[in-house]
């Protein structure tokens, strides 16, 4: 029970109490007031009634029809229940009576109210000689009267005097504890790792002090969250940047291209060029620095612009004089559409110093790739495709020739479209689960990846088909498919992510199917986690904020996949609030290598203050599975922790 309810009852109870107190006084005192009132006007009737009957006492052997006629006469004209005239033996004279009746007054009033009549007396006398006693009691029905119309407006100032009271108290309470409420707020934020700032200080001296070392206190988790995360970019700058265009280096290649191939999907496949500027050493000494690097900087503004229309696309400095794209989802074609607007651009921007230098030139190699590559071939293919190219002693880029094998199918749309549909309607889509364990062998969950089955049975892996779902319009009704799956497999006990596309959740048709979804599961607790890559996530935040909103709103887990630190502030954590974070090996190790442990040691810093778990991923042996170990990290995913499996 909160604070405020607390205060508020135990003073509605006193100020209730107390109010109810003085409204019992004043009408027990109404009540004794009426009493006297009727024993006096039962006196004085009796005292003068008396009076006149002593005047008029008949005779011996005389009747009363005298006095008779005077206590008529007083029973008829006033209020009385009773008039009764006996002698002093207590003999009965005269009796008038009346019995008591009133109306509009309930029985349980007059039942329970204990109103006393009271009963006057006076003595009737002769000269010296006693007569009798004259007793005069008058009706309750008026005291009654008096009475309910005093308790009723009692009750009605006892409801509008609580009503104010309990109203004043209320507004009153609410402005003294609403910086109270403030530092409730805070404490919830923080757990929440939001970070809120009371600008409004009570007056009140104790919440004055509470609120002022509650800022003092957000600000400091505030400013460590902010100087480790600024660490963690600023390491991250020197361990995968070159300094001099601000590309990514060797390492960052390494590391992208193997979290590339890892994910399992339409970007595991596509297209890598390495190129080379011959003799590059030699035309510095000729041309000098400056003008080389000039022409280095602006060859490296020219990667980003020829490649800004590809997802995912990595541009790198491998070293001085060499260069690369890694083209995620990119053909052939469409790659050398890229290669060739690059080098006209490139042409263009050439100053005429280097254009004096006929050995300057640019070679280039491209080749393949696909999730079944291993790193150095497809570097071995480059390497070989660039050599043929160097061999033109010119301005070229050569393309690796291609080994057609069975995941390249040349199909029609149509064909296609008949493909996917049957798939969706026939349970041809199916889920690959790769488990991620701790180093105890527990399994934290496991990840689904995108596999479609034809009707003989051939299972093909989503770089194959997921192109085609684009063309042909049909990714929302894979994704909803998937996410069906997904739910019938939870269902059975499987804790399973699925990875969620930027173009499902832009769609608000697809999230209100996904809401009505989750509704009617509430009840089955079930563990299914949502992730995306951190690609998607940058580049589409405020959709994704939303959508982490929802789902953790139903209890399941939101996670970011294929990590990495760009240029965007690492404060989209914060927002997100992930469950966990997914990166390749390589991203942990290099960090906790290169950068002495301190590096890694901010990350871990940042990463425990917002309460995400790291899970590192495409782990393929026993000495990558140790030297995540001493870092440490325990949750790994990866060949080597187990393959995909249907």
Not at 392 to 419: A, C, P
Not at 551 to 566: A, H, L, R, V
């Amino acid at each position: 029970m909160t604070l405020f309810k607390q205060i508020a009852i135990v003073f509605s109870m006193f100020i209730i109490l107390i109010i109810a107190s003085v409204m019992y006084l004043n009408f027990t005192s109404a009540n004794q007031f009426i009493q006297n009132q009727l024993y006096a006007t039962s006196e004085d009737t009796a005292t003068s009634l008396g009076l006149s009957l002593s005047m008029n006492i008949p005779s011996e052997g005389e009747n009363l029809a005298t006095m008779e006629t005077i206590i008529n006469a007083i029973f008829d004209r006033g209020y009385y229940e009773s008039i009764i005239l006996t002698d002093m033996e207590g003999h009965t004279l005269i009796e008038n009576k009346n019995s008591v009746k009133v109306k509009n007054i309930p029985d349980w009033f007059i039942r329970d109210i204990d109103l006393q009549i009271p009963t006057a007396k006076s003595q009737i006398s002769s000269g010296w000689m006693p007569y009798g006693i004259i007793s005069v009691k008058l009706h309750g029905g008026h005291a009654y009267t008096q009475l309910w119309n005093i308790f009723v407006e009692i009750l009605q100032t006892f409801a509008v005097l609580v009503s104010t009271v309990l109203a004043i108290l209320y507004f009153l309470l609410k402005f003294i504890l609403k910086s109270l409420k403030g530092v409730e707020d805070q404490a919830i934020a923080i757990t929440n790792n939001d970070f809120i700032i009371q600008e409004t200080i009570p007056f009140t001296t104790e919440f004055k002090n509470v609120v002022k070392g509650m800022n003092k206190m957000v600000k400091k988790v505030k400013d460590i969250f902010e100087h480790e995360a600024l660490m963690v970019q600023k390491y991250n700058d020197l361990l995968y940047n070159d300094q001099d265009t601000g590309m990514g280096n060797r390492k960052f290649f390494s590391l992208r291209l193997s979290s590339l191939l890892n994910q399992q999907d339409a970007k595991s496949g596509g297209t890598i060029v390495i190129f080379v500027l011959n003799n590059f050493f030699e035309t510095k000494k000729i041309v000098g620095y400056k003008i080389l690097s000039n022409y280095v900087n602006r060859l490296a503004e020219l990667f980003y612009e020829t490649t800004n229309e590809v997802e995912e696309r990595v541009v790198t400095r491998l070293k001085d004089s060499e260069f690369s794209m890694i083209l995620p989802e990119t053909n052939y074609e469409k790659a050398e559409k890229i290669v060739d607007d690059f080098l006209k651009e490139a042409d263009k921007a050439l100053p005429d110093e280097l254009r004096k230098i006929s050995e300057f030139y640019i070679s280039g190699g491209a080749t393949y790739f696909d999730e079944k590559d291993k790193q150095k071939d497809i570097l071995a293919r480059a390497d070989f495709a660039l050599s043929t190219a160097k061999m033109k002693s010119e301005t070229n880029v050569h393309f690796h020739k291609i080994i057609n094998d069975e995941s390249l199918m040349e199909l029609g749309q149509e064909e296609w479209y008949r493909l996917i549909t049957t798939a969706i309607k026939k349970d041809g889509i199916k889920l690959a689960l790769q488990a991620v364990k701790d180093d105890n062998g527990k399994i934290y969950h496991n990840e689904a990846y995108l596999r479609m089955s034809n009707e003989t049975g051939t299972i093909y892996p989503a770089r194959v088909f997921m192109p085609m779902l684009t063309a042909l319009n049909l990714i929302d009704e894979v994704d909803k498919k998937v996410i069906d799956v997904a739910l019938k497999l939870a269902q059975r006990g499987t804790n399973i992510a699925i990875n969620i596309t930027a173009s499902f959740i832009k769609n608000s048709e697809n999230i209100y199917w996904l809401e009505d979804i989750f509704k009617k599961s509430t009840t089955l607790n079930l563990k299914i986690a949502f992730e995306s890559s951190n690609y998607a996530i940058v580049h589409n935040l405020d959709n994704y904020n939303n959508f982490s909103k929802l789902i953790q709103k139903y209890n399941y887990e939101f996670g970011i996949d294929n990590f990495s630190i760009t240029d965007t502030s690492l404060s989209y954590l914060q927002e997100l609030k992930p469950a966990y974070i997914k990166a390749n090996k390589s991203f942990y190790i290099d960090m906790y290598d290169e950068g002495k442990n301190s590096s890694y040691e901010s990350f871990n810093i940042l990463t425990k203050s917002l309460d995400i778990k790291v899970i590192a991923t495409a782990v393929e042996n026993q000495e990558e599975s140790d030297s995540l170990k001493e870092i440490p990290i325990s949750l790994m995913q990866g060949a080597f922790i187990e393959e995909p499996t249907l």
